[in-house]
């Protein structure tokens, strides 16, 4: 399987089939059309270091705790292309941990911007002062 300039062999990818959820008549509970799809992200030797450091730091829920992405795919009514939807789905994982994120460049906030704040926040005081009864002092 081709992902960008990576390629994963097919023995590292781990398909297996089930019946889907939900409507479908006779059929949803004859065929086994839904696929799961089995990613082993941490032991995977096609996936250079960083990239496998970056989709493990990934908080995403399709991910175990051993590292093993699992991608469930019952879109479609035939298993072909609810294997295809799948492999889509994790060709787009994968590529998510190709691009390193740009790093934040801290800022300052412009001294209009403060004086803005500053003002905001005396309006709200004195609004939250009036509700006392007292008012503003």
Known sequence: MQVG??????????ERFVR???PGGQNVNKVATAVELRFDVAASPALPEMVRARLLARRDRRM????????SAQRFRTQERNREDAR???AAFIESGLRAPTPRIATRPTRAAKERRLGEKRVRAARKQGRSGRGWE
């Open 5 to 14: 300039p990576l390629s994963i062999p097919e023995h590292e990818l781990v």
């Open 20 to 22: 889907a959820s939900g």
């Open 64 to 71: 175990t705790t051993d590292g093993v992405l699992v991608l």
């Open 88 to 90: 889509a789905r994790l």
